[in-house]
């Protein structure tokens, strides 16, 4: 059970941590000067974030995930609440290809079933790390296209279609 606690910790923070810098790249940002709203802030989105990943399952889980991200990018970022939901939505989407990249090389590459793969690796706090810098990674390298893409204007409509194409994915994905 504290082994459970410690590493959903870990994996929330990471997580936090990475969402964050993802936001700051993409919005061409300065680090963030912390301040003590913005650290009770982290702080809180962390242990959401933990107590989320722990209680909750599918859709649920990633509907509250989403509140969490959204509500850190607002806050944080300055970001209006339609281009927070869009960020949020890009984040989840670019965050499945490391995923997948990283399953694709352990199963093919490395030879490991299925079964051990998601019995060893999945929530565990290597594969968060990897997967979150895999994102990063990835990011930096299409900074750019995804610059261009979060500095569209963003309308009720086109936050209606982004939502649904990214929900239709995950449903497809998952």
Do not use: Q
Not at 142 to 156: A, G, M, V
């Amino acid at each position: 059970m504290l082994k459970n606690i410690i590493n959903y910790g870990f994996c929330a923070t990471i997580m936090v941590i990475s969402a964050i810098i993802f936001a700051m790249i993409l919005l061409n940002e300065k680090p963030i000067k912390p301040t003590k709203k913005k650290i009770a802030l982290f702080i809180i989105s962390v242990i959401l974030y933990g107590l989320v990943i722990y209680y909750l399952n599918d859709t649920t889980k990633t509907l509250m995930l989403c509140i969490i991200y959204t509500t850190l990018f607002i806050y944080n970022f300055k970001l209006t609440t339609y281009k927070s939901i869009f960020m949020t939505f890009l984040y989840i989407i670019m965050l499945m290809i490391p995923d997948i990249l990283f399953l694709i090389f352990c199963v093919a590459i490395l030879k490991m079933k299925p079964e051990v793969f998601y019995e060893k690796f999945t929530d565990s706090i290597v594969s968060t790390s990897i997967i979150c810098v895999l994102l990063l990674l990835i990011v930096c390298v299409f900074r750019r296209p995804l610059r261009k893409l979060t500095n569209l204007k963003i309308t009720n409509k086109s936050i209606i279609i982004y939502g649904i194409l990214t929900l239709l994915s995950i449903l497809i994905v998952f």
